[in-house]
């Protein structure tokens, strides 16, 4: 493996897992929406990644737009308060199929606050696609429509995901040693 970082403990997923996580996921989604007006929307910064590789493999014609949103207390604990920093400046969602791309689901509360967001603001529908799952952290109930990876309650980089704003261009996913962060 070349470009390892010397702060990763060990890879979860290889850039091949990955490739091939992304089109699974893209099946199934150009199958899905194929009848529907699908709007990707990416949570910024995390899912930037996966959201540029997702999109290249649908079969379908889809818009895309971005959403910004803060939660982060320190950098590896959520304070749970959902702040939108970027909204989508969209002003009828109402012929929209939105499906939120996002990196990672941890407490769950990014998501099911943004969901419940999209509807009140009126979108057709609205369903999620994540990367990663921790179901081990959730707070609040929450299931995602499409997932790549469950993963465990380690905090991980790469991809997309940062410590700090770091690691995020490494094209794998991995687990972040932990005294890098303690
Ligand atoms: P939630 O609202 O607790 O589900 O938080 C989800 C957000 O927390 C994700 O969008 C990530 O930005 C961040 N996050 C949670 N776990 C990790 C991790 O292990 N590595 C990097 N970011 C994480
Ligand atoms: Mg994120």
């Known amino acids: 493996m070349t ?3 010397n702060d990763v403990l060990k890879i979860l997923a290889s850039k091949e897992d990955i490739e091939n996580i992304v089109s699974d996921l893209a099946s199934k989604i150009s199958d899905d929406y194929k009848d529907k007006n699908l709007l ?9 990644v996966f959201m540029g590789d997702l999109m290249k493999h649908l079969s379908i014609p889809t818009q895309i737009d971005f959403m910004k949103v803060s939660s982060y207390g320190s950098s590896t604990e959520s304070s ?3 702040n939108i920093v970027l909204d989508l400046h969209r002003k009828d969602l109402s012929d ?7 990196d990672i689901i941890d407490s769950g509360k990014t998501l099911s606050y943004l969901v419940d967001y999209l509807l009140l603001k009126g979108a057709k529908s609205v369903k999620t696609c994540t990367m990663l799952d ?4 959730r707070v609040v109930d929450f299931v995602p429509n499409y997932c790549g990876m469950t993963v465990p309650d380690e905090f991980v980089i790469g991809y997309g995901l940062d410590y700090d704003e770091n690691y995020r261009a ?3 996913i991995g687990v972040l040693k932990p005294e890098v962060y303690s």
Do not use: H, Q, W, Y
């Not at 929209?96 to 996002?102: F, G």
């Not at 921790?134 to 952290?137: A, G, N, Q, T």
């Open 96 to 102: 929209l199929d939105i499906l939120i791309v996002e």
């Open 3 to 5: 470009m390892l970082n």
């Open 170 to 172: 490494l094209p794998f």
């Open 134 to 137: 921790k179901p081990s952290r």
């Open 80 to 82: 749970g308060t959902v």
């Open 40 to 48: 990707m929307l990416c949570i910024l910064k995390g899912a930037v």
